[in-house]
C-alpha cells in the first residue's frame, strides 16, 4: 500500500528544486499531485510529463502564491478536477538577502508576501474543503534561519520564522477538526542552484555538518512524505528540522 493512496496533493513552487523533490516522492507514493509555479512553464510541462509518464496523476497550475485571489481559484480549480484537497504543502519560497543596512522596503515586501502571506493565502484556500472533510494535512516550509536567524537575512529569516508561528496556531484552532499543521526547518539543500556555487566554498559548508553532507531534495521530500501520510496521525504544530545535525 502506498502511503498517499487516494490523496490529493497541493504543493506550491514544485518547478524545481525542493517542490518537485516533493512531488515525485508523493507521485511514486499514489498521491494525486496538482502543483504550481510562477514562470518556469517548461519545467512544470517536463515534470508534468515525467510524473504522468510514471504513472501518476499530476497537473502543474500557474499562479501566484503571493496573491490572495489566485490561491482562491487554485484551490477552486483543483477541487473541480480532483475532488478535494487533502494535503498542502506551502513551499514557495525566494531569498532577497542584503544586509540590513541595504536592505530596501521592496525586498522586505517580497519576500513577506511569497514566503510568508502565500501560506495564509493557500491555507486560506483549503480551508474549507479540509473543514468539509474533517481532514487535513498542512505543512509549511520554514528553514534553520528562521530558527536561528542569519546575518543578511533578517528578512527572510522572518519570514520563515513568522511561518513557524502561523504553523502552530493554525495547529491549535484547527486539530479539533482533525486537520493538522507542521513545519519543516531545512538547512543546507544541495538544487540546482547550489550546483552553480563555488566548490571549495560548498564544501567547507559540508564539512561543518554533522553528517558531512548537503541534503538532498529527497531527504526533505521523506519528511514531507511523513507528514502528509497517516503516519504522523498524532503529529501537529511542530516544526522538524532536515539539516544532518546542523541545528541541536
Ligand atoms: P527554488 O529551487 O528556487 O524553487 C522555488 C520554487 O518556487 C519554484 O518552483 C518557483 O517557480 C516557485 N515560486 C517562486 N515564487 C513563487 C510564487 N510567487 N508563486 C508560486 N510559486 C513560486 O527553491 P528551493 O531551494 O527548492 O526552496 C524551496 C523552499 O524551501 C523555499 O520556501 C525555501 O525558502 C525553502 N528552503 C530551501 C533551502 C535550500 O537549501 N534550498 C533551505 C531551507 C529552506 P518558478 O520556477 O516558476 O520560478
Known sequence: MKLLEGKVA?????????????????????????????SSDEKARALEAELTAKGGVAKGFKSDASKFDDAQSLVDAVVKEFGTVDVLINNAGITRDNLLMRMSEDQ???I????????????????RTMLKARKGS???MSSVVGVKGNAGQANYAASKAGLIGFTKSVAAELGSR?????????????????GALDEKVVQEWRDAIPLKRGGSTEDVANLALFLASDMSGYIT?????????MLM
Open 10 to 38: 497541493i504543493i506550491t513552487g514544485a518547478s524545481r528544486g525542493i517542490g518537485k523533490g516533493i512531488a515525485e516522492v508523493f507521485a511514486a507514493q499514489g498521491a494525486t499531485v496538482a502543483f504550481t509555479y510562477l
Open 108 to 110: 522586505w515586501d517580497e
Open 112 to 127: 513577506m508576501e511569497i514566503n510568508l502571506k502565500s501560506a495564509f493565502n493557500l491555507t486560506k484556500g483549503v480551508l
Open 138 to 140: 498542512i505543512v509549511n
Open 178 to 194: 482533525n486537520i493538522r499543521c507542521n513545519a519543516i526547518a531545512p538547512g543546507f539543500i544541495e538544487t540546482e542552484m547550489t
Open 237 to 245: 504544530g511542530q516544526t522538524i528540522n532536515v539539516d544532518g545535525g
